[in-house]
T-cell receptor, first 116, second 114 residues
């Protein structure tokens, strides 16, 4: 069965420092996509970054990068130069790849607190 | 702003009632997804539609149903509501139905069942 595990319920980081949010996954699918979303206190879900299981290079989007280690089944999110506005819940998600319809599963989330 | 709109933003109703949540996808997106976010269950995938047809089904209760109309907007119908149905309901959309397609989420509808 597919599963996403985010082991850090809460994390603190000093402003301007980098932080890594952990995500491990379990799947029997050969091809899958990994996503990270941010949910601020206002409630909306904001897409941050995507990594395909077939991608050899780690994905990067501005201050966000995904540390993808396929053999370890981990897809950690790295936020560089943290800002106060980064304080939010962060969710790791996974979905099989293909052209059909597929379920997306989400982890329980990690709440990040950025300290001034 | 993701471009996905959901109405209403808040909904308060009583047990046993029926409600309809509405979603308009981003312009050009053919897929619509519905999710439920609750404190005890987290984010749960409910159902996906692609160009009017059901494509994938998740943990959707039989009391819940959805459809996608020819203009691609979607509605999620929740009936015989129970206290445990109180949650934030998200709609998301993507261009196609592929697993690599990024889903863009709407602002959500917060449902409170009293």
């Amino acid at each position: 069965a597919q599963k996403i595990t985010q082991t850090q319920p809460g994390m603190f980081v000093q402003e301007k420092e980098a932080v890594t949010l952990d995500c491990t996954y379990d799947t029997s699918d050969q091809s899958y996509g990994l996503f990270w979303y941010k949910q601020p206190s206002s409630g909306e879900m904001i897409f941050l970054i995507y990594q395909g299981s077939y991608d050899e290079q780690n994905a990067t989007e501005g201050r966000y990068s995904l540390n993808f280690q396929k053999a370890r089944k981990s897809a950690n999110l790295v936020i560089s130069a943290s800002q106060l506005g980064d304080s939010a819940m962060y969710f790791c998600a996974m979905r099989p790849l293909g052209t059909g319809g597929f379920k997306t599963i989400f982890g329980a989330g990690t709440r990040l607190f950025v300290k001034a | 702003d993701s471009g996905v709109t959901q109405t209403p933003k808040h909904l308060i109703t009583a047990t046993g009632q029926r409600v309809t949540l509405r979603c308009s996808p981003r312009s050009g997106d053919l897929s619509v997804y519905w999710y439920q976010q609750s404190l005890d269950q987290g984010l749960q995938f409910l159902i996906q539609y692609y160009n009017g047809e059901e494509r994938a089904k998740g943990n959707i209760l039989e009391r819940f149903s959805a459809q996608q109309f020819p203009d691609l907007h979607s509605e999620l119908n929740l009936s015989s509501l129970e206290l445990g149905d109180s949650a934030l309901y998200f709609c998301a959309s993507s261009t196609l139905a592929g697993g690599e397609d990024t889903q863009y989420f709407g602002p959500g509808t917060r449902l409170t069942v009293l």
